[in-house]
């Protein structure tokens, strides 16, 4: 196959892919009170010396939290709570 042809299919089918739901900050919001907060403050996210640096980590981090605590939330609930995170505290672009 051409290369151009398969940029070519490559264009077509990423501009046929469906764009993925903007996150839930309410759903994050109310996942976090229900279930961070039970073993965090807000002081955990605003800390000098915090751990999590990027939005990648966040998002790693709150899927290592969600596996501690036995959650099973399914992929977009961790993307709420990361985006609600993120928005509230963190603010990485």
């Known amino acids: ?8 299919i490559t ?3 990423l501009a046929a892919t469906p764009s993925l739901p903007a996150a839930n900050l ?9 279930n961070c907060t039970k073993c965090h403050d807000e002081r955990v996210f605003t ?4 751990r999590v640096t990027t939005l990648d980590g ?16 399914f992929d977009e609930e961790i993307d709420d709570v990361a985006a609600y995170l993120n928005q509230t505290y963190y603010h990485f672009k």
Do not use: H, Y
């Not at 196959?1 to 070519?8: A, C, D, E, G, I």
């Not at 309410?26 to 229900?34: F, H, M, P, Q, T």
């Not at 800390?47 to 915090?50: F, I, N, Y």
């Not at 966040?58 to 939330?73: A, D, I, M, Y």
């Open 1 to 8: 196959m051409k290369p151009t042809s398969l940029m070519s």
């Open 58 to 73: 966040l998002n790693k981090q709150v899927s290592r939290c969600e596996l501690s605590l036995g959650l099973k939330w």
């Open 11 to 13: 264009i077509c089918l």
């Open 47 to 50: 800390r000098p010396d915090r």
């Open 26 to 34: 309410d759903n994050g919001k109310a996942l976090v009170a229900g």
